[in-house]
């Protein structure tokens, strides 16, 4: 069975640039998870959403980050202006049920993100 | 505010040893998870506690949530090379939205051979 997808694994752009991220949670799944990963502050929650709907965007640092879930089988995060401190490891999970804290998580492979 | 911590944050282990890291919440949890990343890799679920003094067993690993459902704990015996790893515990912040997993700051474990 297919995990989840995500692309591109590896992007590397100059400060200022729009950045956006890609996800395809396992088919199935009603939940999906944005997370990001540093050395300094760990692995935080971005945004989850629950069918599709945004649920809680709290862990968003700023208006720069946006993400979308225009259906069950794609989601993006979009930086837009990038700045250097967002370089991280960006992860999409997914998983099941309603309740965003209840419910084991499937990672995906993660967006290395360098901002020049 | 809510958080939950893991001590401790690295663990150097000779293989063949045992070691145990903890996890710990400000708060009464409704379940815990654990999960193991390979440097390099994505975080992998590795099981869920949901009962008061829950213990679960994965071949050498251990896994016990507290009688108050506060605190967790992974032993792992016989260590191997396979092991090496972080491993997070992870507990669900509850908040008027809907509660969402908050993660440990891990235990990084490195396997001396």
């Not at chain 1, 502050?41 to 989850?48: K, P, S, V």
């Not at chain 2, 690295?10 to 409704?30: K, P, R």
């Not at chain 2, 679960?56 to 507290?66: I, V």
């Amino acid at each position: 069975d297919a995990g989840v997808i995500q692309s591109p694994r590896h992007e590397v752009t100059e400060m200022g640039q729009e950045v956006t991220l890609r996800c395809k949670p396992i088919s199935g799944h009603n939940s999906l998870f944005w997370y990001r990963q540093t050395m300094m502050r760990g692995l935080e929650l971005l945004i989850y959403f629950n069918n599709n709907v945004p649920i809680d965007d709290s862990g968003m640092p700023e208006d720069r980050f946006s993400a979308k879930m225009p259906n069950a089988s794609f989601s993006t995060l979009k930086i837009q202006p990038s700045e250097p401190r967002d370089s991280a490891v960006y992860f999409c999970a997914s998983g099941t049920g309603g309740s965003g804290g209840n419910q084991p998580q499937h990672f995906g492979d993660g967006t290395r993100l360098s901002i020049l | 505010g809510q958080q939950v911590m893991q001590i401790p944050q690295y663990q150097h282990v000779q293989e063949g040893e045992d070691f145990t890291t903890y996890c710990n919440s400000s708060t009464t949890l409704s379940n815990i998870q654990w999960y193991k990343q390979r440097p390099g890799g994505h975080p992998v679920f590795l099981i869920q506690l949901v009962k008061s003094g829950e213990v679960k067993k994965q071949k050498r690993l251990t896994f016990q949530f507290g009688e108050a459902k506060k605190n967790s704990s992974l032993h792992i015996t016989a260590t191997q090379t396979t092991d090496v790893g972080t491993y997070f515990c992870a507990g669900p912040l509850i908040k008027a939205a809907g509660n969402k997993l908050t993660f440990g700051g891990g235990t990084r474990v490195l396997v001396k051979p």
